[in-house]
């Protein structure tokens, strides 16, 4: 209010010089050097307004989504709540190794010359499990485009901020991404191409959904994981995933978010896992999601259910941050469109949960036959 008034009173003064010109009256320098002050005043305020916006826009930005109504309150995963479960675990009729065992007794995952190389975190696959996860990659790639009609994309590993804050990875985890010296950030996750791939767009509503995948590699400095899994690869530096991602109508996101969580669950279900379907809790949810389910494999080794994949409703909280929108049959733009992402899954834990899940009393590993096609025909990984 008070630029506006400087400004229309500074205005009001250049008609009165020029009129004073023009008509030859008399002397306007105290005019004149009222619009001075008057143009420096509303300089600063340019300034302060700039600093008073960056604030502003900072604070926004480190407010979460907006939860969905079925979300149950609670603190962390103790208040997440099992929907169902397929499988059960198995009696595997000996005591179970987990996966950083088997691995080292076959001689095909060494994670001491890879800490010699990088530090901790970082594995080296060697002989059948290295083409254990190159399968499992493969056999999810074209389960997703040939059944579930997935376009797959390759991305750039290397992303921009305004990339990064589009699907609100800045500033909420900048601690937990890897940035380069020229300014880029490694990514943790292909969601974070393929979903901006549509920013600053407005899409036709015929195209919508659009439904793509990828199997990336991903970077994660784990900065809030001091301590967790520290043994074997369960929370990796570097690590691969094949992401879905889906953009969509708002009216049909819920329908989405359930059909992209079965696109994941038919992945557990070839690979004869047993899994869960969990939904997070208010405390567990993440920051960009409105709603998530978790999928969980049951891990034998450790006697216990870990996470191998996500999939999560942002509904228009990512669109807006990267104001992506759509447009209708009529050809007016009809407002943002909601995305969604979800792993489709995590390869480096499908290696982790067939290991401990197909484990033989020799400490070979048995290939799931809905995999085998992938390994060539190989049923079983021995110790060569």
Request: net charge negative.
């Given at each position: 209010?008070?630029?506006?008034?400087?400004q229309?009173?500074r205005?009001?003064?250049?008609?009165?010089?020029?009129l004073?010109?023009?008509?030859?009256?008399?002397?306007?320098?105290?005019l004149?050097q009222?619009?001075?002050?008057?143009r420096?005043?509303?300089?600063?305020l340019?300034?302060?307004?700039?600093?008073?916006?960056?604030g502003?826009?900072?604070?926004?930005?480190?407010?979460?989504?907006?939860?969905?109504?079925?979300?149950?309150d609670?603190?962390?995963?103790?208040?997440?709540?099992?929907?169902?479960?397929?499988?059960?675990?198995?009696?595997?009729?000996?005591?179970?190794?987990?996966?950083?065992?088997?691995?080292?007794?076959l001689?095909?995952?060494?994670?001491?010359?890879?800490s010699k190389?990088?530090?901790?975190?970082?594995?080296?696959?060697?002989?059948?499990?290295?083409?254990?996860e190159?399968a499992l990659?493969?056999?999810?790639?074209d389960?997703?485009?040939t059944e579930?009609?997935?376009?797959?994309?390759?991305v750039?590993?290397?992303?921009?901020d305004?990339?990064?804050?589009?699907t609100n990875?800045?500033?909420?985890?900048?601690e937990?991404?890897?940035?380069t010296?020229?300014?880029?950030?490694?990514?943790?996750?292909?969601?974070i191409?393929?979903?901006?791939?549509?920013?600053?767009?407005?899409?036709?509503e015929?195209?919508?959904?659009?439904?793509?995948?990828?199997?990336?590699?991903?970077?994660?400095?784990?900065?809030?994981?001091?301590?967790?899994?520290?043994?074997?690869?369960?929370?990796?530096?570097?690590?691969?995933?094949?992401?879905l991602?889906?953009?969509?109508?708002?009216?049909?996101?819920?329908?989405?978010?359930?059909r992209?969580?079965?696109?994941?669950?038919?992945i557990?279900?070839?690979?004869?896992?047993?899994?869960r379907?969990?939904?997070l809790?208010?405390?567990?949810?993440?920051f960009?999601?409105?709603?998530?389910?978790d999928?969980?494999?049951w891990?034998?080794g450790?006697?216990?259910w870990?996470?191998?994949?996500?999939?999560?409703?942002?509904?228009?909280f990512q669109?807006?941050r990267?104001?992506?929108r759509?447009?209708?049959?009529?050809?007016?733009?009809?407002?943002?469109?909601?995305?969604l992402?979800?792993s489709?899954?995590a390869v480096?834990?499908?290696?982790?949960?067939?290991?401990?899940?197909?484990?033989?009393?020799?400490?070979?590993?048995?290939?799931?036959?809905g995999?085998?096609?992938?390994?060539?025909?190989?049923?079983?990984?021995?110790k060569?």
């Open positions: 209010m008070e630029m506006q008034e400087l229309a009173r205005n009001a003064i250049s008609k009165q010089v020029g004073a010109k023009r008509s030859g009256a008399a002397d306007t320098a105290q004149e009222e619009a001075a002050d008057l420096a005043k509303i300089d600063e340019e300034k302060y307004a700039k600093v008073l916006s960056a502003i826009h900072a604070h926004l930005a480190a407010l979460p989504n907006i939860l969905d109504p079925d979300v149950p609670g603190p962390d995963e103790t208040a997440n709540k099992v929907l169902k479960q397929t499988g059960a675990p198995r009696d595997l009729g000996f005591e179970p190794k987990q996966h950083f065992e088997l691995g080292e007794a001689g095909m995952m060494d994670f001491e010359t890879a190389m990088a530090g901790s975190r970082f594995t080296i696959l060697r002989g059948g499990l290295a083409r254990l190159r990659g493969q056999l999810m790639l389960i997703h485009t579930h009609g997935y376009t797959e994309h390759t750039p590993y290397l992303v921009n305004a990339t990064m804050f589009g990875q800045l500033p909420k985890f900048a937990d991404s890897f940035r010296t020229d300014g880029r950030w490694l990514i943790a996750t292909s969601e191409p393929l979903t901006n791939t549509v920013a600053g767009e407005i899409v036709a015929a195209k919508l959904p659009l439904r793509l995948t990828a199997l990336s590699d991903c970077f994660r400095s784990e900065a809030g994981a001091a301590g967790r899994d520290t043994r074997g690869m369960l929370r990796q530096h570097q690590f691969r995933k094949v992401e991602v889906s953009i969509t109508h708002p009216d049909h996101s819920v329908a989405e978010q359930e992209m969580t079965g696109c994941a669950e038919r557990l279900e070839l690979l004869e896992l047993p899994y379907r969990v939904l809790s208010s405390g567990d949810t993440g960009g999601a409105a709603r998530t389910f999928l969980e494999v891990l034998p450790q006697q216990m870990r996470e191998i994949s996500s999939c999560s409703n942002t509904r228009d669109a807006r990267m104001n992506a759509f447009r209708n049959a009529e050809g007016k733009v009809g407002g943002f469109v909601h995305t992402n979800g489709g899954v480096g834990r499908a290696v982790i949960a067939v290991m401990e899940n197909h484990q033989q009393a020799d400490g070979s590993i048995r290939v799931p036959q995999l085998v096609p992938w390994m060539g025909g190989v049923e079983f990984i021995r060569a």
